[in-house]
């Protein structure tokens, strides 16, 4: 079974500067999807960025940037230029590529995130 | 429009009791998955449903049974509720052709057993 490791309980960052969310995922699969997920305390869940395994380039939406490192099962998110509204908590979620068998995501325990001004 | 919907957003309740959250989502997707959320914010899977048909069941009490009269709809109903079933439930639906697409969420409902 996969699992997926957050292992920052919790963040704090100055607004405009930049912080890096940990995750580690334990998998067999060689395709997979892996995304964050943002919940604010409005509950919402909220995608900020999703990487396919199959590809090297780390995928990047405007200040949200990831780490992808395949072979050490490591996948961090870097926010630059914090703001305010950043301040939520992160998720780090697994998926398999695999069709017929566990479409679901598999959630890290969370990371929340403290933007202070 | 929403997309995915789930009714009530808090429900309060006295243990022992049967309650229902209903959900909805009117994107055309073909799966469905109900989602605990517990005190500690850890999310983890309880059902998915592909077109009706149930394909994941996450070891969940048999006092939880999903319904889900049509894809658009997946209703969890939960008999003899305890203190332990507190937490925030969410609802969500992805397109079953695209694995790579992201879940859509409800906006979640608090349950309280006291």
């Known amino acids: 079974a996969q699992t997926v490791t957050q292992s920052q309980p919790e963040m704090s960052v100055q607004e405009a500067e930049t912080v890096t969310l940990s995750c580690t995922y334990d998998?067999?699969?060689?395709?997979?999807?892996l995304f964050w997920y943002k919940q604010p305390p409005s509950r919402q869940m909220i995608l900020v960025i999703r990487?396919?395994?199959?590809?090297?380039q780390n995928a990047t939406e405007n200040r949200f940037s990831v780490n992808f490192q395949k072979a050490a099962k490591s996948f961090s998110l870097k926010i630059s230029d914090s703001q305010l509204g950043d301040a939520a908590m992160y998720f780090c979620?697994?998926?398999?590529?695999?069709?017929?068998?566990?479409?679901?995501?598999?959630f890290g325990k969370g990371t929340k995130l403290t933007v202070n001004p | 429009d929403t997309a995915v919907s789930q009714t009530p957003k808090y429900l309060v309740t006295q243990m022992g009791n049967d309650k229902s959250i209903k959900c909805e989502q009117n994107?055309?997707?073909?799966?469905m998955y109900w989602y605990k959320q517990d005190s500690k914010k850890f999310l983890k899977i309880m059902f998915s449903?592909?077109?009706?048909?149930?394909?994941i069941n996450e070891t969940v009490p048999n006092r939880f049974s999903p319904k889900s009269p049509d894809k658009a709809h997946l209703n969890l109903h939960i008999n003899s509720l305890e203190l332990g079933d507190s937490a925030v439930y969410f609802c969500?639906?992805?397109?079953?052709?695209?694995?790579?697409?992201?879940?859509?969420f409800g906006s979640g409902t608090q349950l309280s057993v006291l």
């Open positions: 449903y592909n077109n009706k048909e149930l394909i």
């Open positions: 990487q396919e395994a199959y590809k090297q």
């Open positions: 979620a697994y998926r398999s590529a695999f069709k017929g068998g566990s479409e679901k995501l598999v």
């Open positions: 969500a639906s992805s397109p079953a052709a695209v694995v790579n697409e992201k879940l859509f």
């Open positions: 994107l055309g997707h073909d799966t």
């Open positions: 998998t067999s699969e060689s395709d997979y999807y």
